[in-house]
């Protein structure tokens, strides 16, 4: 079911400075603003969320999400499903090319999956099932399962999944150490002239675009070491639009800004912002501790002081976007009282100086602003119950390395995509998702996941899933603070974003292809 989009738009008309001219050539021109960099641009192997934000601009999928949170076609123009559920067929688009003038085929199709399977690459969560690939034709892809998998084609979709990559470029090759990786060859709207790393990302329309080329010249990406930085290069006209959010105080001077916009459009896919328990830590192994502190967290609190109340706070374990969400799965209610008494009951009492055990909360800069503020307040409360909290913040760059390998936190503050397909869920519970910074594990859990998929039962999906919302709900791993949303500020000459109804709803979120400008 497609999710409501919310939209607001403030067009500045005070005497405060506005933007001037842009730093790019050409009349239709957009350059964009991020506060942190990727390594690289090639997604398939090595996890870098900074990716995620250039890529669909640069490459193509096999299928992608849409803004109206619905699979769309890509490279695929139709697919089918056998009656038992294990053989997908795709059709492909005729006549594509790569940016190198050489033919895009199924061959790239299967080359690609089989490489990231291989490799083991951050991609494969995305493929995980398929246990073959065949090419009947140069238009035409068949993946055969295992078992059923309900949630493949979401699967196959989502967000942080892969990308098509060219197989004359790759094959007898280190793909980790390709010069492709930093020099793409791709079969997007875009084309990459120049990649600086750690300052910018230059591209050029694709005119042999299979899907029409796209209504910019250029477009760029530059990288800030920090959002008030991105944000006063928007005020001047050094970039047109800020990819990832600006701080919520920044917002009331951009919207009196002259010729600068700000709307406020929901993330897509439906996005959680969310903190993450260390289970393989003391005291957090404990479950009382873990029940303790979400007892002591208001995240209303949080939101109002840190987002200006902008946020939606549900209390439960899931997103309300998810197919089968359940209202019932209730997180602890803010209750003070509550958790101090769990910590007693539990053996861990407060000493002298009123302080029963110290932990570290781990934030980042990262295009979901705001978490050193959250950690701000999160002290705050938590010192209500007795703990004492070290704040530190890091850039996002080094989060799949600190977080997801090394799991070096005590409690860490994240976001993702959080459905609308509930199997969703598993990359954060499941004992082998891979976003499972808490190394949390349970075989019930994995059961239910397990049932969901394999089952095209609406009934028995929405039930298994149902269940596992509770047990996360008793269990605890991480606690919900609420539903994202963006506060997009742009050049108000600009038009045709993704969440915007001239989009249409089919174009995936940071894909600039539609984009145009005017005057």
């Given at each position: ?13 005070s ?6 001219t842009?730093?790019?050539?050409g009349?239709?021109s ?14 398939d ?6 990716d ?8 193509s999928?096999?299928?992608?999400y849409?803004?109206?949170y619905q ?14 559920g ?15 003038g ?7 199709v299967k080359w690609t ?13 995305a ?9 009947p034709?140069?238009?035409?892809v068949?993946?055969t ?12 979709a989502q967000?942080?999944g892969?990308?098509?990559l060219p ?7 280190d793909v ?15 084309v990459?002239?120049?990649f600086?790393?750690g300052?910018?990302?230059?591209l ?9 080329a ?9 990288f ?5 930085a ?5 005020q001047?006209?050094?970039?047109q639009?800020?990819?990832?959010a600006?701080?919520?105080s920044?917002i009331?001077?951009l919207q ?15 996005t ?18 873990r029940?303790?502190?979400?007892s002591?967290?208001n995240?209303?609190q ?9 946020k939606k ?5 899931y997103?309300?976007s998810?197919r ?16 101090n008494k769990?910590?007693d009951d ?11 055990f110290?932990?570290t ?6 295009s ?19 703990v ?11 989060f799949a390395d600190?977080?997801?390998t ?8 994240s976001?993702g995509?959080?459905g ?9 519970v ?17 059961e239910?996941f397990?049932?969901?998929k394999?089952t ?5 999906q929405n039930?298994?899933?149902t269940q596992?919302?509770?047990?996360i709900?008793a ?9 994202w ?12 974003f ?22």
């Amino acid at each position: 079911m497609a999710a409501a989009i919310g939209l607001f738009a403030v067009a500045g008309c005070s005497s405060s400075p506005g933007p001037t001219t842009s730093t790019s050539t050409g009349s239709s021109s957009l350059v964009v603003g991020m506060t942190y960099a990727p390594k690289a641009l090639n997604p398939d192997y090595v996890y870098d969320p900074a990716d995620y934000y250039i890529m669909d601009n640069i490459y193509s999928r096999l299928v992608n999400y849409g803004y109206d949170y619905q699979v769309h076609g890509d490279l695929a123009t139709k697919w089918t499903t056998s009656t038992d559920g294990l053989v997908y067929t795709f059709s492909l688009v005729k006549g594509v090319t790569w940016s190198d003038g050489k033919a895009l085929t199924s061959a790239d199709v299967k080359w690609t999956i089989d490489s990231i399977i291989a490799e083991k690459g951050y991609g494969a969560a995305a493929l995980a099932g398929i246990t073959d690939v065949t090419t009947p034709d140069p238009t035409t892809v068949v993946l055969t399962l295992g078992s059923p998998n309900s949630s493949f084609l979401d699967q196959l979709a989502q967000r942080y999944g892969w990308v098509v990559l060219p197989k004359h470029v790759f094959d007898g090759t280190d793909v980790t150490t390709n010069p492709a990786n930093t020099a793409p060859i791709g079969s997007g709207p875009f084309v990459v002239t120049s990649f600086q790393p750690g300052q910018s990302v230059q591209l050029k329309a694709n005119p042999h675009y299979f899907g029409g080329a796209p209504k910019l010249d250029n477009l760029s990406f530059r990288f800030f070491s920090s959002s008030d930085a991105a944000v006063s290069a928007l005020q001047t006209g050094e970039i047109q639009f800020m990819a990832n959010a600006p701080s919520y105080s920044s917002i009331p001077t951009l919207q009196q800004t002259k010729g600068i916009t700000v709307e406020t459009a929901n993330a897509a896919p439906p996005t959680d912002v969310w903190l993450g328990f260390n289970l393989a830590r003391k005291p957090l192994s404990d479950l009382s501790v873990r029940t303790a502190i979400s007892s002591a967290i208001n995240p209303d609190q949080i939101n109002k002081l840190v987002y200006g109340g902008t946020k939606k706070v549900t209390h439960t374990v899931y997103d309300p976007s998810s197919r089968s969400y359940d209202k019932a799965a209730m997180q602890p209610a803010f209750n003070v009282k509550k958790a101090n008494k769990l910590l007693d009951d539990a053996g861990y009492p407060k000493n002298a100086s009123g302080i029963r055990f110290s932990l570290t909360y781990t934030g980042f800069t990262a295009s979901l602003g705001g978490a050193d503020k959250i950690g701000e307040v999160l002290k705050q409360q938590l010192a209500a119950i007795g703990v004492d909290l070290t704040l530190e913040n890091d850039d996002f760059s080094v989060f799949a390395d600190k977080i997801m390998t090394k799991h070096d936190f005590d409690i860490t503050w994240s976001g993702g995509p959080h459905g609308p397909d509930p199997q969703t869920l598993a990359n954060y519970v499941a004992t082998t998702g891979n976003r499972n910074a808490m190394q949390y594990s349970n075989p019930t859990v994995d059961e239910l996941f397990a049932k969901a998929k394999a089952t095209t039962d609406a009934a028995a999906q929405n039930r298994y899933y149902t269940q596992i919302q509770k047990i996360i709900a008793a269990d605890m791993p991480r606690y919900t603070l609420f539903q994202w949303n963006y506060q997009f500020p742009f050049a108000s000459k600009y038009s045709g974003f993704w969440w915007q109804k001239a989009a249409g709803g089919t174009v995936p979120a940071d894909d600039y292809r539609l984009v145009t400008v005017t005057g």
